[in-house]
């Protein structure tokens, strides 16, 4: 699979690899985050939450790992397709309830 | 069950004038927040309404406003539009706004090109 530590605005992958999003949020607050999926003329679309007293929840094809030390959120994607080639955010919802959004990460699923 | 629906799709304005968008939300949602996007500064947090109150407020200036109606539904409103003001602007609806597993949904946005 591929992967970054850092953020980075895009990531190519290769069809069927597992793919890696990093996400480094700011708020020690926060206790919610979100991944969504955002697709050319669409909205964004919810893909996984976790809550702050998790590290770790999976959904279908999907991870998300969180790492309250250094503040990281990452999103695995298993065997990756070509309907997953979108933009992801990152999002962290504060005690305020305010979700604050990632700069977000281009994914290009390779044929 | 329809989803968020947003009017104007696309809108094409000239600075100095002003611009109203709509937003209705899922049946049954109550919390309708707004959000800005640009490839600049991405996803920002524009308001939230519940009830036909604004119940949380980003860092925008005061061009920018918003309202809800009994029916939920919201309209934004932006003043004396500048050209940096080009944006998506994306709704998003929830039951309450304020449960921890209250998932937002998201309309397709506004284009506004201000020219």
């Known amino acids: 699979g591929e992967s970054v530590g850092l953020h980075l605005p895009t990531l190519s992958v290769q069809e069927g690899d597992n793919s890696i999003i990093n996400c480094a949020y700011s708020n020690s607050a926060s206790d919610y985050f979100i991944w969504y999926k955002q697709e050319s003329g669409k909205g964004p679309q919810f893909i996984i939450d976790?809550?702050?007293?998790?590290d770790k929840r999976q959904g279908q094809r999907v991870t998300v790992l969180l790492n309250k030390t250094v503040k990281h959120l990452s999103l695995q994607i298993a065997a990756t397709q070509p309907g997953d080639s979108a933009v992801y955010f990152c999002?962290?919802?504060?005690?305020?309830?305010?979700?604050?959004f990632g700069a977000g990460t281009t994914v290009t699923v390779r044929a | 069950k329809a989803g968020v629906t947003q009017t104007p799709r696309y809108l094409i304005k000239t600075r100095g004038q002003q611009v109203t968008l709509s937003c209705s939300p899922i049946?049954?949602?109550?919390?309708v927040s707004w959000y800005q996007q640009t490839p600049g500064q991405g996803l920002q947090f524009l308001f939230e309404y519940f009830s036909e109150t604004q119940r949380n407020k980003g860092n925008f200036p005061g061009r920018f406003s918003g309202r809800q109606f009994s029916n939920s539904r919201s309209e934004m409103n932006v003043s004396t539009l500048e050209l940096g003001d080009s944006a998506l602007y994306l709704c998003?609806?929830?039951?309450?706004?304020?449960?921890?597993?209250?998932?937002?949904?998201f309309g397709p946005g506004t284009r506004l090109t201000v020219t």
């Open positions: 999002a962290e919802r504060d005690d305020d309830y305010k979700l604050s």
């Open positions: 049946s049954g949602h109550r919390s």
């Open positions: 976790i809550r702050s007293n998790m």
């Open positions: 998003a609806s929830s039951l309450e706004g304020r449960n921890r597993v209250d998932e937002q949904y």
